[in-house]
């Protein structure tokens, strides 16, 4: 039902629409998403008025490479969608959606932290989860899950042993 | 007042009223109990500006989730929000159950709701008690924790473990409630109502406690919407959003039950909308009993369900069956749902993506409190020191939660 009524009000914005298990996924215009949000939010037939989640997906493999995920919510209608925008792994940027939605500051900013996308606008774009001195994204598929980087430096006690002074 | 002479090139004196105070509150403050860290801009002891920072606790959850098997992310799930293991496993379970395409036993679905509802309960216990007691009322946290260790117990005799309950499996729950449960309910409820009456009396009409509460934190509704707040926060601003009641999972659109609201949407309204939850848990606990179906708690699907023990060790098909399962993982077709749950905390929701082989993809968490504390430099900017700490409680931030 809303893939209609979205396809019908929006032309190009639109480059793909799905519904699987009972759930509507598009895949829009980088370029144009930011107008297109402004209309989910504010357009009465759609009333997007909460952004449940900012995440992104890293497909190494594929072209574009990342896939900014958003799932919006509509208190007042009850319906949910998921917009989905195509990134480009060298400069993967979108347009920030903080000045629809004030959840958007902390979620493009974990977003930003896990997978280095860039939200152009964000006022204050900060690496949220881990400390400003870590180095990489750790939730692109290339982070090994086994690699340290402490901070403070880590003494294997088997290796070396905490001796008394005595 | 005259200085002393020798004194007189080390001090300049200056106006304090218009000094801003820079102030960093922990990481590791007696009051909150979780580790953040507020960096705070003070003129006097009103906030002016107010930086969270938040991950001291990240553990890594997604990245971990995704090298194991789908089974395997149960153990981390439980860590999330570590008050109420129960919601988390549910959440997860579900989540992939859309994926896979089935359906678990009818049994399993109330069996799942009635230990969700007690874990919220117990979720809400801890906030509660805990937020009382950082205001001074230590009686309350020793009430709740009596209350919640016996309800933990009901827990434990269910899955085996008071927290770390790891309980739910990919179509059904490792173990069915007890014989004797509706009886232990019965007899926990029965002391339950004493304590909730009990605490009701030392703080809902406490003048000390309505002063440190109400009007501190508030939040309109467009702004708890805008931030997006769930669960008690957002309802406590008038909002009527419960993901039970829009979005119905397992067997809620069965029950009855009320969702409580507040209307100034401050600390004193999140605090009386938990405390009503309570009650309405209790009253959805008592409905899912009464109509509780027979059956088995698991499904029987090869590809999904290990096979019995006895299977196992005495025929080749159920330790190919075994081996299969445990070595490979389940296989999830490939595709990605969002499943929410309603957790204590709000709108828990598992966005999920497989690859179509046995291990996930990409598990991705949308952690209610960390929306909250979000919010947390909205709602503290104007009020005074110590209203940091009533606030930071309704919020009930939980580090595993939040910080993953």
Redesign the interface.
Known sequence: MLIEKLKARFGGEILDAQN??D?E?FTIDRERAYDFFRALRDEPDFDF?????V?A??WPERKPRFEV?Y?LNS?TR?H?I?VKIGVDGADPWVHSVVGL???A???ER?CFD?FGIVFKGHPDLR?????DSFEGH??RKD?H?NKRQPIVPEIDPVVNPIRSSR | MALPARWKDKIVPSDPSDEIMELQMGPSHPTTHGTIKLNLKLDGERIVDCDVE??FL?R?F???C??GTWTQCFPYTDRLNYASPCINNVGFALAVE??L?IDTTERCKYVRLIMSEVSRITDHMTCLGAGAMEMGAQTVLFYMMEAREFLYDLIEAVTGARVTVTWCRVGGVTHDLPADFTDRIKSSFARLDQVLADCDKLLSRNRIFIDRMAGIGKLSKQ?A????LSGPLLRAAG?S?DVRK??PYLVYDRMEFEVPTGDRGDNYDRFNVRFQEMYQSKRIIEQALATLPEGPVMITDPGVVLPEKQKVYNSIEGLMNHFKLIMEGIHVPA????Q?VEAANG?L?F?I?SDGSGRP??V?V?PPC??G???LN?MLIGHMIPDIITTFDMINMVGGEC??
Do not use: C
């Open positions: 699987a298990r759930e996924t008025n909460f952004l449940t989640d995440t997906v890293d995920v799932q208190l009850g949910r998921r939605w004030g959840a500051d902390w979620l974990e896990m690496r949220i989860l881990m400390y750790p939730l982070y899950y | 938040v991950g990240h890594g997604e990245k971990m995704e090298q859309r994926l395409g702004e919407i805008s931030y997006g909002v959003y829009a979005h595709g990605e749902v969002y929410a709108e929701g966005y993506v993809y990409r991705r949308r960390f929306l504390m979000g919010a909205k910080d993953r």
